[in-house]
């Protein structure tokens, strides 16, 4: 069983253009962070969100942790080459503080 | 400087061969994991260790053994290999062993078992 869903499992845009994706459960975490990984390389951490409703910003990175801390967003605003990769988010769940993965989105953005 | 090193980058061996992958980190962190990301890209925790002290070993066959000779070497060998232990395999290390202790990766080793 799947516990941390992300969505879309792929998605390829091109230069310029906007995109949110999108990590979510029915369990709720006491914190969850997101993860860029790019190829041949392993996963870089982008921010971590503890709080229902907080909003971080990473230049053109909008981080949202959801009011109940069951979900979390990610949004992109005019993507740029640079941004393709593997986007992971983690979560670690407040019943038993266990870490877990979600299985990624694939992001490409072509020029 | 390399923070989390692990080597060999690629490797290839025929079913039933025994291999061992090393890792080093030179972040003074006091915990280090092993992590397996299937061809779907999908992480999933092995092993950890805080301090040389086994923390978290998931449900993986008893082939698979981690090493920590000091809390700076984290070496995984694997016994037996099967077809499905293809995989890129990924040790981390962290400066806690709180879960939401931010993680630093290494490059992976691909494992090709044919």
């Known amino acids: 069983t799947q516990l941390l869903e992300q969505s879309p499992q792929f998605l390829s845009i091109q230069e310029g253009e906007n995109l949110t994706v999108y990590c979510n459960s029915s369990?709720?975490?006491?914190?969850l962070q997101w993860y860029r990984q790019e190829p041949g390389e392993g996963p870089v951490l982008l921010v971590t969100?503890?709080?229902g409703g907080e909003v971080k910003k990473l230049k053109r990175l909008t981080f949202q942790f959801g009011d109940a801390r069951k979900d979390s967003s990610l949004h992109i605003t005019a993507a740029q080459p640079g941004d393709t990769g593997l986007y992971l988010c983690a979560g670690v769940l407040e019943s038993n503080y266990q870490l877990i993965w979600g299985a990624g989105t694939k992001l490409i953005i072509k020029p | 400087d390399t923070a989390v090193s692990q080597t060999p980058k690629y490797l290839v061996t025929q079913m039933g061969n025994d291999k061992s992958i090393k890792c080093e980190q030179n972040l003074g962190h006091d915990t280090m994991y092993w992590y397996k990301q299937d061809s779907k890209k999908f992480l999933k925790i092995m092993f950890s260790y805080n301090n040389k002290e086994l923390i978290i070993n998931e449900t993986v066959p008893n082939r698979f053994s981690p090493k920590s000779p000091d809390k700076a070497h984290l070496n995984l060998h694997i016994n037996s290999l099967e077809l499905g232990d293809s995989a890129v395999y990924f040790c981390?290390?962290?400066?806690?062993?709180?879960?939401?202790?931010?993680?630093?990766f290494g490059q992976g080793t691909r494992l090709t078992v044919v």
């Open positions: 981390a290390s962290s400066l806690y062993r709180a879960p939401n202790t931010e993680a630093f």
């Open positions: 369990s709720v975490f006491s914190s």
């Open positions: 969100v503890v709080t």
